[in-house]
């Protein structure tokens, strides 16, 4: 099963992840363009402050099986594609009744205005795994401008593989890390032994009767 996989301890929060979305699901798919268009495209993910300072968290639909939003949805807008096993919002299909959204356990459904009706409506929008250009053997546009790795492609298990290897050496690098410091005497602490010694040393003199 491929699929995308967050390392939350690497994003930046640079939000570059939003802006290739929103104009991958544009009418242009040009970025110099798809701020202009009417109905202006949203981003599928979004880029969420992270539990601790100075900490972002890439937030995006992780297509549940079962998912609760199929389960609920009253005119079948929420499906499952067949070939990638994602999930997928019809625009057509949905009533924006916002049931979807009222259970999904991850909040990453919104409603914008979708150009699919006349006049332009409200619909469900969410994250789609980029299908299409999976099926080109391309990857989510997400992925793609990703330059610090927190978001990646690839099968589940080998991406979770490649994570805990990576934590593991983080791990071990730390452990080495700290036992050299412990080996190590710290600076304050080295410069009152140093005084302790040359007082010793004096005193040493005078009780000797040394000038």
């Known amino acids: 099963m491929k699929t995308v996989f967050v390392n939350p301890e690497r994003c930046i929060g640079c939000r570059q992840c939003e802006f290739a979305c929103a104009v991958a699901h544009s009418q242009s798919h040009d970025p110099a363009a798809a701020p202009f268009e009417t109905p202006r495209p949203h981003s599928r993910i979004h880029v969420d402050a992270g539990t601790a300072y100075n900490t972002s968290f890439p937030n995006k639909c992780r297509h549940c099986d079962p998912a609760p939003c199929v389960e609920v949805c009253p005119t079948g807008a929420m499906h499952r594609d067949s070939d990638f096993g994602v999930v997928l919002a019809d625009g057509h299909k949905c009533i924006a009744c916002a049931m979807c959204a009222m259970v999904c356990p991850f909040d990453v459904i919104t409603f914008h205005t979708a150009a699919n009706g006349a006049p332009p409506r409200v619909v469900a929008t969410k994250c789609d ?46 452990a080495a890390a700290a036992v050299s410091l412990a080996e190590r005497e710290p600076d304050g602490v080295a410069g009152w032994r140093a005084w302790g010694a040359s007082a010793a040393h004096v005193n040493e003199e005078v009780r000797h009767g040394k000038p």
């Open 129 to 174: 795994g980029c299908v299409e250009r999976v099926r080109a053997a391309g990857t989510p546009a997400c992925v793609d401008t990703c330059k610090v790795d927190a978001l990646v492609f690839g099968e589940l298990n080998e991406l979770i593989a490649a994570g805990c290897a990576r934590e593991s050496s983080e791990m071990l690098s730390s």
